[in-house]
């Protein structure tokens, strides 16, 4: 039902900051969430932050909290991660990726559905 394009990935050096965008090209349900995961080379996929595609709750993980901000435009329909204070451990591609708003599952690849092809971030000590 949606379809999301990640933007705004790059290289970086350590410190510096990077907005990426989730664009949601569909409609989802009132009741989805919008996740942002990340995938390092040789790693497993990761929760980083989401949250309700209507709604104020946030979820971030303990990595990110206090440097990445998650935030919407609900004119554009348009999903924002800012990452501040960038750390070479943040090299990751980045990922969104939208489904049912499961309170238990909200961390979890799993609780979700749909997801973009991904954005590089590269960030470089």
């Known amino acids: 039902q949606v379809e999301l394009r990640e933007s705004g990935g790059g290289v970086v050096q350590a410190g510096g900051s990077l907005r990426l965008s989730c664009d949601g090209s569909g409609r989802a349900s009132r009741d989805y969430s919008v996740g942002w995961f990340r995938q390092a080379p040789g790693k497993e996929r990761e929760f980083v932050a989401a949250g309700p595609w209507r709604g104020s709750r946030l979820f971030y993980a303990d990595s990110v909290k206090g440097r990445f901000a998650i935030s919407r435009d609900n004119v554009r329909n348009t999903v924002y991660l800012q990452m501040d204070s960038l750390e070479t451990s943040d090299t990751a591609v980045y990922f969104c990726?939208?489904?049912?708003?499961?309170?238990?599952?909200?961390?979890?690849?799993?609780?979700?559905?749909?997801w973009g092809q991904g954005t590089q971030v590269t960030v470089s000590s």
């Open positions: 990726a939208v489904g049912r708003h499961i309170l238990s599952s909200v961390r979890t690849t799993s609780g979700y559905t749909n």
